[in-house]
């Protein structure tokens, strides 16, 4: 959790899903106005970014050709987030409504290593049937773990089921070219590294589908702005050491992170100007790093 704010104030908020941070505050700004506040001490996250949804999306299984029904904003590079496609996956080429997909390569904890089987077990959530393809290699010669060179997946042995509040899921095995040459003496998961193919792309037309990138701008006029007084009070605040008041009209994605001092100083995003797309926002912190910084509790004092 954040630290205690003023009541009614957005000072603490619980992660998304698969979001690190411990206390996370997002939303998206639509029109003139401000964003939620949010409270902290210590370290901190803060984000600004345009996004593109409710284009459709359309993938074929086993292609990295795809298309979208509008692609205003899209250019090489941009992530896709996506059903259809890998988490992390982004236009490899892209022109009018078209282009290819470049997958990424995903590292994945393996165990039940043996040089004499050729079957790799990996955990719930892995998506396996992603994997069919896939040239294998491990990350680091320090992992004490060699396999033959060009070994790839070769077979989907048991899809896994991710693990839920109610079940601890069940681990996937994939069958690889070839067994490992060399193994470490102890039972521990060992990384593997999967560079993917065409063959982790799945069919659909997805309308849900985000589109992010320097290309994908808004156009309008957020400033960050802060509080010492609970919130009834809101200073713009400035970017480095000349003065620059943090005012961002360019549109295009913002990343800063810097630390506060004091405990309860309150920041918000807060836009002036607005004529088009969707800007998103997100302050957060991370439990011990906020520590860092600290004097006294965090809390309570």
Partial sequence: MG?????????????????????????????????????????MNLMLWASLTGLAFTTTAGLLAATVSAGTGLAVGGAIKSANVPAGTTWKTFAGTSGT???PALSLPATNLSTSSAF???????????????????PANSEQLTLPANTTVIAIVQPDVAATNFAPGIPGIVQLSAAPTVVPPDPQPRPLRFALTANAVVAGVDALATFTGASVVFVGTVQ????????????????????????????????????????NVLYRPNCLAYTSGTINYRVSQTGGANESLAIGPLSGG
């Fill in 3 to 43: 630290i205690p704010a003023a009541q009614g104030v957005a000072s603490a908020a619980v992660p998304n899903f698969n979001d690190g941070a411990s206390a996370v505050v997002s939303g998206v700004l639509s029109g003139v106005g401000p964003g939620d506040p949010f409270a902290f001490r210590g370290p």
């Fill in 224 to 263: 960050i702005e802060r509080s010492f007084d609970g919130g009834q009070t809101w200073i713009v605040c400035n970017v480095g050491s000349a003065g620059t008041l943090a005012s961002f009209s360019a549109g295009t994605p913002v990343s800063l992170t810097f630390g506060e001092p004091e405990k």
């Fill in 101 to 103: 997909l470049a997958l």
């Fill in 120 to 138: 790799v077990t990996l955990p719930p959530g892995s998506n396996v049937a992603q994997l069919l393809g896939a040239t294998v290699t491990v």
